[in-house]
């Protein structure tokens, strides 16, 4: 997801994830994409909130997100690692993905920060992502200012 090419297109950023949802197949013995549910860098429309969106209100998941962000003096973007597991998740459900999340954490390089969620209220608000990507001195996410 982080990879540049020093020579890329506009079209070619354009396609460049932003975020990726995973979840276990449907024999729960492999993490897979999540077919449909990933946010390309060129989509219309606030990806913090088709994030929160995407997230299923009964089911664990893992997702990668590209963060882009602004402090307040600089512009930056981050991996995050996120751990989805809302309380109204099966506790089978809940154990499995809990105890998978080191190997997939794994698979992927780059992973700046990891964010758990254990429901709605966990991430609602953009600061509480703000928070763990740099604290007080995180100004703007996604182009929006914390103050929205």
């Known amino acids: 997801m982080k990879v540049r090419k020093a020579n890329l297109s506009e079209d070619e950023k354009k396609r460049r994830k932003k975020l990726v949802l995973f979840c276990l197949s449907s024999d729960e013995k492999k993490i897979v994409v999540e077919e449909g549910q ?3 860098q060129g989509d219309e429309g606030d990806p ?38 809302p309380e109204t998740a099966p506790l089978k459900s809940k154990m499995i993905y809990a105890s998978s999340k080191d190997a997939i954490k794994k698979k992927f390089t780059g992973i700046k920060h990891e964010w758990q969620l254990n429901g709605l209220d966990d991430i609602k608000d953009r600061r509480s992502l703000a ?13 929006k200012p914390l103050n929205e």
């Not at 909130?49 to 973007?77: G, H, I, Q, S």
């Open 38 to 40: 990933e946010i390309l």
């Open 48 to 85: 913090y909130t088709k994030l929160v969106n995407m997230l299923p209100a009964d089911d664990c998941r893992y997702a990668l997100y590209d963060a882009t962000f602004e402090t307040k003096e600089t512009k930056k973007e981050d991996l995050v690692f996120i751990f989805w597991a």
């Open 131 to 143: 928070e763990k990507l740099g604290g007080t001195t995180v100004v703007s996410l996604e182009g």
